[in-house]
Nanobody
Framework: VQLVESGGGLVQAGESLRLSCAASGRTFYNYAMAWFRQAPGKEREFVAAISWSGSSTDYADSVKGRFTIARDSAKNTVYLQMNSLKPEDTAVYYC????????????????WGQGTQVTVSS
């Protein structure tokens, strides 16, 4: 599975962004998908995950109520809608795929994109 993220950029606090992750290669609908992020000097952290069917989602407490993960199997794409962005959301955001059931553990994800930068100014 090849993953390519897009949609990052520079926004002000309170604004929104939508990240996209286009998948190619193996059958997309067999994979649970997730978003992780890594800020400078910090460990990579879980943001959101979605099951292969799209019927189940998980969110980090820090983004719950502000971010929404969704997938469009017809387009082989997973999205992360980010609203009410805060400066602490600044990070490189990575898309990841796993053949395991939906999980929040980064070590469970075999396939990763190259990342897209999100910068939120105060």
């Amino acid at each position: 599975v090849q993953l390519v993220e897009s949609g990052g950029g520079l926004v002000q606090a309170g604004e929104s962004l939508r990240l996209s992750c286009a998948a190619s290669g193996r059958t997309f609908y067999n994979y649970a998908m997730a978003w992780f992020r890594q800020a400078p000097g910090k460990e990579r952290e879980f943001v959101a995950a979605i099951s292969w069917s799209g019927s189940s989602t998980d969110y980090a407490d820090s983004v719950k109520g502000r971010f929404t993960i969704a997938r469009d199997s017809a387009k082989n794409t997973v999205y992360l809608q980010m609203n009410s962005l805060k400066p602490e959301d600044t990070a490189v955001y990575y898309c990841a795929a796993t053949s395991l059931p939906q999980t929040i553990q980064s070590n469970d994800y075999k396939y990763w994109g190259q990342g897209t930068q999100v910068t939120v100014s105060s």
